[in-house]
């Protein structure tokens, strides 16, 4: 059964870049089916698409992220990254990685999720 | 539009029927792409909950169900349990250039 699992830094300071990778174990991540997505939730609050990943490296980003975000993907570890650069308290949120279909635009699998604080 | 619009909160009874909006625009829900539903426990990831409009992956009650119509769509929760309480958030594309998916504001279902 596929599973997704972020990790990465859990506190980040002002100005630095945070980042996250998450691990695709028990299926490949290479699917023309399926887009790699990254998704935050500030505490609190609901969620925000941040960008994604296809199979092929092609990657579109939430405009009001664009200039700070990068999504890759490392195809021989099975796993997708994110990095936010020019962080500040307002990134604090708990980042999630999903899998999507690309056909149906279904969020099918999650990963648990994680904290991240920007914090001095 | 960077969210679909959802109430802050609904509650009910145990027993008693909710139903949560989901409100879109016309890149969205109204250009008729499909909206899905996600169910969120506290400290948990999303869970799916209802895909295309009203369809429930295996696993997920046949109390809940869901609609579509314009630019909004509907989550119903009949027969309320205590289980239900948690918060639900709406999903779709969008065909504007500023977001691709995009989510519902979230509604917390508090359960009396």
């Known amino acids: 059964q596929l599973q997704l699992q972020e990790s990465g830094s859990g506190l980040v300071k002002p100005s630095q870049t945070l980042s996250l990778t998450c691990a695709v174990s028990g299926g490949s991540i290479i699917s023309g089916v399926y887009s790699w997505s990254w998704i935050r939730q500030p505490p609190g609050r609901g969620l925000e698409w941040i960008g994604y990943i296809n199979h092929s490296g092609s990657t579109y980003y939430t405009s009001s992220l664009k200039s700070r975000v990068t999504i890759s993907v490392d195809k021989s570890k099975n796993q997708f990254s994110l990095k936010l650069t020019s962080v500040t308290a307002a990134d604090t949120a708990v980042y999630f990685c999903?899998?999507?279909?690309?056909?149906?635009?279904?969020?099918?699998?999650w990963g648990q999720g994680n904290l991240v604080t920007v914090s001095s | 539009q960077s969210a679909l619009t959802q109430p802050p909160s609904v509650s009910g009874a145990p027993g008693q029927r909710v139903t949560i909006s989901c409100t879109g625009s016309?890149?969205?829900?109204?250009?008729?792409?499909?909206v899905n539903w996600y169910q969120q426990l506290p400290g948990k990831a999303p869970k799916l909950l209802i895909y295309g409009n009203n369809n429930r992956p295996s696993g997920v009650p046949d109390r809940f169900s869901g609609s579509k119509s314009d630019t909004s769509a509907s989550l119903a929760i009949t027969g309320l349990q205590a289980e239900d309480e948690a918060d639900y958030y709406c999903?779709?594309?969008?065909?504007?250039?500023?977001?691709?998916?995009?989510f519902g504001t979230g509604t917390k279902v508090i359960v009396l």
């Open positions: 999903q779709s594309y969008d065909s504007s250039v500023s977001v691709l998916y995009i």
């Open positions: 016309n890149s969205n829900i109204g250009a008729g792409y499909d």
């Open positions: 999903a899998r999507v279909d690309v056909v149906t635009t279904i969020f099918d699998l």
